[in-house]
Nanobody, 123 residues
Framework: QLQLVQSGGGLVQPGGSLRLSCAAS????????VAWFRQAPGKGREGVSC????????NYADSVKGRFTMSRDNAENTVYLQMNSLKPEDTAVYYC????????????????WGQGARVTVSS
């Protein structure tokens, strides 16, 4: 069974940090483009970051540049999203996604999705 299992998330104060994890099982992430998306309450899903299978290119939404860092650990078959200097507007459910055939920046047509992790930034 091919799946992405997310962990992390939670409640954090503005200015704080969180790290999200996304572990693949049943397939090897090395050969996949991977991405993070988020959906804030009452809004559509938006791309946060995307990394090509080669790991050479990572792009970020303007709203998170300089604050979020995406990484992958092929040995652990896991991708991460380190989120620093969090703001209330970062509050959303975050999803990881992977696709072998489609390139970044990715979108809802990607094949594999994690279950989502809620991030709430509030004092």
């Amino acid at each position: 069974q091919l799946q992405l299992v997310q962990s992390g998330g939670g409640l954090v104060q503005p200015g704080g940090s969180l790290r999200l994890s996304c572990a693949a099982s049943g397939f090897t992430l090395d050969y996949y483009n991977v991405a993070w998306f988020r959906q804030a309450p009452g809004k559509g899903r938006e791309g946060v970051s995307c990394m090509s299978s080669s790991g050479g290119d990572t792009n970020y939404a303007d709203s998170v540049k300089g604050r979020f860092t995406m990484s992958r650990d092929n040995a652990e078959n896991t991708v991460y999203l380190q989120m620093n200097s969090l703001k209330p507007e970062d509050t959303a459910v975050y999803y990881c996604a992977a696709d072998r055939g489609s390139s970044c920046p990715g979108g809802p047509w990607w094949v594999h999705w994690g279950q989502g992790a809620r991030v709430t930034v509030s004092s």
